[in-house]
């Protein structure tokens, strides 16, 4: 395969620092791949076509972690109606509020200074 | 495990180091050391006599160099697999190779750790990953609290039914004169402790403590010759599903499933043959999905199995009879310590806590974040 110019992960922030969810998909394989990789994991190609995701998703699991200082926050698995899984957590409700099987959309977390923004979910409301 | 041949090696010496809060200034490779010297007293070899060396450590980038430099050797065989705390289930089967190809004639296995001493930061540097790091999940606790909220959601196993897998640890560790934990627990006990990620609270969660120990394996032949009955390798099996908890197919499933099913077809044998369990018990949820992946009750049914001191002293299935890694020791990679349980057990070694008629053992590793699983199954000389 050729040199790779731009790395996967320069890449997928730059679609972030637009406001998007990207993701990869795999003609070869014919699904999405999460995390971005130069070759597929299903099948090995590096044929691999950049996504932007439609952003919405179901909690697939779920905890709430207690550092020793400070409040208790959410961390969560999403399942992307696209076919992708990735870690985040939801925001705009209690941590403990968050549960398996809620419909979440993506929302873009720009914490500032030299961190690069993230993806973070909030519940979906109903009939939206 | 294809190539391997059941009953070809054995496990014919095993020893801890000094284990919970070792002296200041101790390092992973003292305690590496220390482990040989004991484990070679435990089976009458001498240092001479070792010219394989395995090891692991998260304290040693190169700790093969480390340890032959320390012991004044130059082994013909070197293992240095890291695949964390199941890594010497892994050793155990790189062992077995190395002495039926007649790369080496004793292997020894070794760990050190002083995380309690010099802090866990310091004994295990965590990788950034862009992915996961930005969320802060607390690794590896929030990990496998997410396989916990998982199992609870999709089978619903109860905080409850968690905490009786760390009431009946305490229970064995209370019969462990070198567990750490000294105290009785109970269920409300693990409940009403620290919240650290939920549905885990500090009970639920393995200690920390510093240790080490070794393992020594020579084959078959040779192991009749020795101090000690031998513990023979009976299966192995090796499965690796993921490296972050992101990539994990399925958080309910573990990699459990394909190592013991390896393992067991080598040994010849099924989950009503074998006499004790030593699975590696990082969480509590872990004790529950690893009955299910080794087939000693059906996948969802773990919570419920583990209920009424089913896996305690005086229960029908024994399970972690040293105490495990929540109340006896865990130095960070604690698989070594199921290996020599389960050695032990077999010897009748185990004083208050010793298995009745055991001659078969189940030693599971797990490493990551559920990502390594590796069984091994050991036999008296009456299996083989």
């Known amino acids: 395969m050729e040199r790779v110019d731009t790395s996967p992960l320069t890449i997928y922030q730059q679609y972030l620092d637009r406001g998007e969810l990207a993701y990869q998909w795999s003609p070869t394989a014919g699904r999405a791949v999460f995390y971005p990789r130069v070759i597929c994991p299903f ?86 | 495990m294809n190539g391997l041949v059941r009953g070809s090696a054995a496990i014919v010496g095993v020893a801890e180091s000094d284990l919970g809060a070792v002296a200041a200034e101790m390092s992973a490779i003292d305690l590496m050391a220390q482990g040989v010297r004991r484990a070679l007293d435990d089976c009458g070899l001498a240092l001479k006599d070792i010219d394989g060396l395995i090891c692991a450590t998260a304290q040693a980038r190169t700790s093969g160099l480390s340890l032959a430099e320390y012991l ?53 540097v965590r990788e950034y990953n862009p992915y996961e790091t930005p969320f802060r999940p607390f690794l590896p606790s929030t990990a496998y609290a997410l396989a916990a909220s998982r199992h609870m959601h999709q089978f619903g196993t109860t905080r409850e039914q968690l905490a009786a897998v760390a009431v009946a640890a305490r229970q064995w560790a209370l019969k462990n004169p070198v567990a750490w934990e000294k105290k009785p627990l109970t269920i409300p006990e693990v409940l009403a402790a620290r919240m650290i990620s939920y549905p885990f609270t500090v009970r639920d969660i393995c200690l920390v403590t510093d240790g080490g120990g070794a393992v020594i394996m020579t084959t078959a032949e040779r192991a009749r010759s020795l101090k000690k009955p031998p513990a023979y390798v009976l299966g192995c099996g090796q499965a690796i599903t993921h490296a972050n908890i992101s990539s994990m197919p399925d958080l309910t499933v573990t990699g459990a499933l394909a190592s013991g099913r390896q393992a067991y077809e080598m040994a010849k ?109 050991l036999g008296a000389s009456a299996t083989v």
């Open chain 2, 269 to 377: 044998l099924e989950p009503a043959d074998i006499d004790v369990l030593e699975l590696y018990d990082a969480f509590t949820i872990n004790t529950i999905l690893f009955l299910e992946d080794l087939g000693f009750c059906q996948k969802g049914e773990g919570g419920a199995f583990v209920e009424n001191g089913r896996i305690a002293p005086g229960g029908v299935l024994p399970v972690n009879t040293n105490g495990g890694g929540l109340s006896y020791c865990h130095p960070g990679m604690y698989g070594l310590f199921l290996l020599i349980e389960a050695t032990r057990q077999l010897r009748g070694e185990c004083g208050e806590r010793q298995v009745a008629k055991c001659e078969t053992a189940i030693a599971h590793g797990n490493g990551g974040v559920l990502s390594s699983q590796a069984t091994v199954i």
């Open chain 2, 72 to 124: 004044g050797i130059s082994p013909a065989f070197i293992d240095t697999t890291i695949l964390g705390g199941s890594s010497f289930m892994f050793h155990v089967a790189h062992a077995q190779a190395a002495l039926q190809l007649g790369l080496c004639k004793v292997a020894v296995i070794a760990y050190g750790s002083t995380q309690r001493t010099i802090g866990r930061r310091h004994a295990s």
């Open chain 1, 43 to 128: 099948t090995g190609s590096d044929r691999l076509e950049w996504r932007v995701s439609a952003g919405l998703g179901t909690v697939y699991a779920t905890t709430v972690t207690h550092p020793r200082d400070g409040a208790p926050y959410n961390v969560a698995m999403i399942d992307m109606d696209e076919g992708f899984r990735l870690m985040s957590r939801v925001e705009d409700v209690a941590p403990e509020a968050v549960k398996i099987g809620m419909r979440v959309k993506f929302r873009l977390h720009r914490p500032g200074g030299d961190e690069p923004p993230y993806p973070v979910f909030t519940p979906l409301e109903e009939g939206a």
